[in-house]
Each structure stands twice: as C-alpha cells, then as structure tokens.
C-alpha cells in the first residue's frame, strides 16, 4: 500500500516560479556601480576613467583660455598701434596746414618753434614733456600725448647738389622748411609691453615770400 502526502496551503497564495532561459549567447561581465534611483544597480564610469576625462578636459579649456587671452591682447595691441598712428597723422596734418600759410619763423630751438602768422599774431609749437601743444591767442591745443622723444629743425630753401636735402640753417630769418620728427609710444595697461610707434618726419616748406 502507497501512502501520498498532501501539502495543504493555508491561505497562501502560491509563488511563481522563475524560470531562467538562456538563448544561446554567453553572458557579458558588466561594470556596475551602485546608483540612487529605483533602478539599484547601473552601468557607469569607473573612478580612473573618470580622472582621466577630468585632466584632459582641464588641459584643453587651459589651453583653449591660452589661446583666447594672446589673441585678444594682439588684438588690443594692433588697435593701439591704430591709435598712436591716427593722432599721429591728426597732428602731422594740424601742423601743415598752419605751418603753410605762417609769414615767418621767427625764433627757434630744438623744442620750440615760433611763427608770425598770416594775421600777424604769433603761432607758437612746443614739445613740453610727453606733449606737443599748439599756442595762439592764449589758447593751448594739444596735439599728441605719449611723445617718447620730439625735436625740430630748421633748413633753407635751396636743395644741396646731387642730393635730396636742404642746407640746414641755424638763422630763423633765412627758414623756408620746417622738419619734425617725433616718437609716440603708449601702453595697453600696466603689466603689458610698451606700444611704440615708427618714428614720424616730415619736411614742411613755409610758403610766404617774406
């Protein structure tokens, strides 16, 4: 005689059961690290590869910052130059035009030019400092700043054989052309390097017969 034993379930409902079914394929080792979401466990980056992606990000924005700052400050520097040459040539034209039309010189030195102007008032031309001015009538004009070096000279009218220049003279009365010459140089901002211009010359002739 067989006797069955019968398992009587009281009350519970029953489990399912799990089947695992493998296709075929092997099973691929994953990376894991603990997340906070509801999902427990996620795939991601593993300390080491995360450092490395930090330094390397941190060189190219170091390097991209480098880039950016020299090519802004060659920017700013050619602007500066822009400028010296701008006011440079303001009061190259200035000085021409006034200088023409003078009746005559009637002092000079090296810093300094004085002119009878065609009204008869006295036309004054200075390097003072770091500054040229223009004086008429009691009314000073400043033409340049951030003069380096300036000077004047004074020649006839008559050129020097077989070459293109004038006899210089050291008498205002026998003047007829003007040279200037001067130098400009300006920084951008403290710690950056001198802005210098070329040196600007020119040769203005006194057009008055006197």
């Keep these: 005689m067989v006797f069955k034993t019968t398992s009587t379930n009281l009350g519970r409902p029953a489990l399912p059961k799990t089947t695992s079914v493998n296709l075929g394929r092997a099973a691929l080792p994953r990376r894991l690290s603990h ?21 390397i990000s941190v060189i ?31 009061a190259l034209d200035s000085m021409s035009r006034d200088i023409r039309q003078v009746k005559k010189l009637t002092a000079f030195t090296t ?27 009691g009314i000073k004009k400043v033409l340049l700043n951030d003069c380096t070096s300036g000077t004047f000279a004074i020649y006839q009218r008559n050129p020097v054989a077989g070459v293109y220049d004038q006899y210089p ?7 007829k052309l003007v040279e200037l010459r001067w130098t400009c140089a300006k920084k951008i901002f403290p710690s950056a390097p001198t802005s210098t211009e070329s040196m600007q010359s020119a040769k203005i002739v006194i057009r008055s017969n006197n």
Aim: glycine share 8%; proline share 1%; hydrophobic share 40%.
């Design 35 to 55: 997340g906070i979401g509801f999902g427990g466990l996620q795939s991601g980056f593993t300390i080491v590869e995360f450092l490395v992606g930090l330094v």
């Design 60 to 90: 190219l924005l170091s390097q991209i910052c480098a880039l950016w700052f020299y090519s802004s400050r060659s920017f700013v520097a050619q602007m500066n130059y822009v400028d010296l040459d701008r006011t440079s040539q303001y």
């Design 111 to 137: 810093n300094q030019l004085v002119f009878t102007d065609y009204d008869d008032k006295e036309l004054r031309f200075q390097f003072s400092g770091t500054t040229l001015t223009r004086m008429k009538l």
């Design 169 to 175: 003279t050291a008498d205002p009365a026998t003047c």
